[in-house]
């Protein structure tokens, strides 16, 4: 039960006093000396030194071990040389330790092996100092941030298993340290990829010349992250640098499962006190083009940093995306059910394979390259984007450019369409304002309306279009239309062609020109001009050329119909709105040789006047003229010439055929044509003898009626006459 003192220690013979030295022991001890006679002659002599609870700390890492016990056995039969083994327990705090090892040779440089393990050490301020100074450093990188700020003493990190071996060979004054830390249930956040870990464990070996990360993981936020490590001493300058720390290069992979992307993971994108050398700027324009995706939900990752001293940092990150919501700042159209892969390398964010949906709309992108710069503008490459029964929603319509957004609105498509190979370019300036746009796109219609400066609808076929919005306005804007088909005031057209263009010095007038397509066998052309503005203003005109009589008939009359023959049409309108309320226009119709006799409204018109049904044709020739008021046509001229009987008439319909009031006079064959030197005399003479009145629709469920009235020169009077007397009566 001897008390050891430091005064004790400097007692002990020369070869022993680096037991005092390099491990401060302090306690009481028991001691057994033995000495046995030895056939060679020399004696042996062993001391047997047990500890009874003693305290001692190892100068090469300082923290103190108490209650030591156990045995350290010395063969002092070849002093000076040492022959010292070493089997010893203690404790540090609540944690079991134990302590191994030999030392043997001469006392200037003993040969050593010792080995200091620990189980569930807490990792508090006290340990972490023990360590030897480069260990310190790299043990200071995953301190968590409550432990940076208020110390590992009063915030440890966990626990950890500590093994260190420590090694010094004969030929050698240098000790080779090892020190292996087993993480246990701690808390991490490592300086590279400052994220925040818990329930931690991993393995961080500290070799002579190196350090390695094995098998990290924790977690956080429902998410599991890996980490794997290690530095590479640089061979060209194998001593320290300026900064008393070895230069070295590190590698670091970090892998991320199903990790919340929130601000945590953001502030992540950037070290702590990155300098410029450490790529701050790089690591801050990645996380400032990052934000500005406005993701949301979760994403599986992987990062391969290698940090050399004499470079900017290099990080290659991949990120897979699982369903997250997106939207981003620079074109805020809320995106759902967003995956893809993110690769992030040299300054540069790469996307590939993107899915997502809006509403109903399954939208994918095929590539895309984002580049973020240190100023704040981003530069956006988005390749074959494809979507498929893309609504144009008011969604869409706020998200676009405000240019955009109106021409969208002037040409009022939709419900949907399908975008086809659509290439984007964009550049933004700074966060909320609009970015500048180049797109070079296909669009698939079917079954959408189009406003052209008339309304379109069934629209089936093609749109291609390219051009750019410069941040306030269109700077050009070119498309093609390929269309299969549409209707324009109920009436089908086939194979349409046009061409719609912006100038770039006036980007708020539309031009449609070159207008073709096929229209009842004839053929259609024309071209309108529109311009934007808080109210549409539009001019179009419409020249069909050959249109066949005999399709109208089949087309709104049915088989029965007996009509053959060319039609000439011209209409010209123009108007500012959205309805027909200020539709304007005029247009001219002529058929110069034809067949008008199996017609119902014909042979109506025909019974009306008294003739029997004809056996082929009723009228040869027929010549319109009209206005157009809002939804209403204004017939100043209908002629209608036949053999038999002529009709010429005027009056009012709706654009869709209905609320029809058109008044027709009669005469005998061609009496204009017969007798031109009478003027107008048959015509005026055969309105007085008989007047037919055409009232109804040709729409569905309408019906037409016609009422005759004889001599209404003489009638007309005397009916107004006979109200007069009767109060209103009818007679």
Known sequence: HLPITYAAMKALPPALKFLGDDYSPSGPLSVH???????????????????????????????AVRDIRGEI?????????????????????????????????????????????????????????????????????????????????????????????????????????????????????YDPFPYPLEDVFGTL????DHWEARGFHGRYEGGEIGVEGRSYRLPDRAVAGADGIRREEVRVTVTGKNIHLGKTFEEALVPDAASVKGGAPERKAMQAAWRRLQLSGRLNFRAIIKNHPDHTPDVDFWIELLRCRMKPLFFAYGL????????????????????????????????????????????????????SNLVIDEDLLKAL??????????????????????????????PGAPPKIWWDAGVQLDQVQLRTGIDLSGVSGQFHTKGHFDGRALHGFQGQLVLREAQAFGQPIRDITARIDIPV??????QVSDVKGKMFGGTLGGEAHLVLGPRLQYKVLLDSVGIDLAEVGKQHFGSDASLAGKVRAVVLLHGEGDDFQNLRGSGRLDVAHGKMGQLPVVLDLLKAVGLRKPDGTAFEQAHASFTLAGPRVHVSVLELYGSAISLRGEGGLDVDG???????????????????????????????LLKLKMRGGVGAGQTIKLDKDFVPGILEPLRRAGRSVMGGASW
């Open 33 to 63: 000396y033995s000495l046995q006679r030895h056939p060679s002659g020399v004696p042996r002599q062993v001391w047997v030194a047990k500890p009874e609870g003693m305290t001692a700390m190892y100068h090469e890492f300082r923290y």
């Open 73 to 189: 056995r010395v063969d002092a039969t070849h002093l000076p040389r040492n022959d010292i083994t070493m089997n010893l327990t203690g404790s540090a705090g609540n944690s079991p330790v134990e302590l191994k090892g030999t030392f043997k040779g001469s006392p200037q440089s003993p040969e050593m092996h010792l080995a200091i393990r620990g189980k569930d050490l807490l990792l508090e301020h006290l340990r972490v100092k023990a360590m030897p100074p480069v260990a310190q450093g790299i043990v200071g990188q995953f301190l968590p941030s409550d432990s940076r700020q208020w110390g590992l003493e009063r915030c440890p990190m966990g626990l950890a298993d500590f093994d260190a071996e420590f090694v010094r060979h004969a030929t050698s004054r240098e000790v080779g340290k090892t020190i292996r830390v087993n993480f246990k249930k701690a808390r991490v956040r």
């Open 205 to 208: 070996i500290l070799y002579p």
């Open 336 to 387: 759902e059910h967003v995956s893809g892969t993110v690769r992030y390398h040299q300054g540069n964010i790469f996307l590939d394979k993107f899915a997502a949906r809006h509403g109903v709309s399954p939208i994918h992108l095929k590539w895309g390259l984002i580049q973020p710069r240190g100023d704040g503008q981003v530069s956006a490459w988005l390749d074959h984007i494809h979507a």
């Open 401 to 430: 450019p405000e240019g955009l957004a109106k021409a969208f609105r002037t040409l009022k498509i939709g419900p949907s369409i399908d975008l086809k190979n659509m290439d984007l370019r964009l550049v933004t300036s700074e």
């Open 505 to 510: 010095q006036s980007p708020h007038k539309v």
């Open 658 to 688: 209905n609320n029809i009031e058109l008044d027709f006079a009669a005469t005998l064959g061609r009496m204009d044509e017969w007798m031109p030197g009478l003027g107008g005399l048959p015509r005026g003479l055969s309105s007085q």
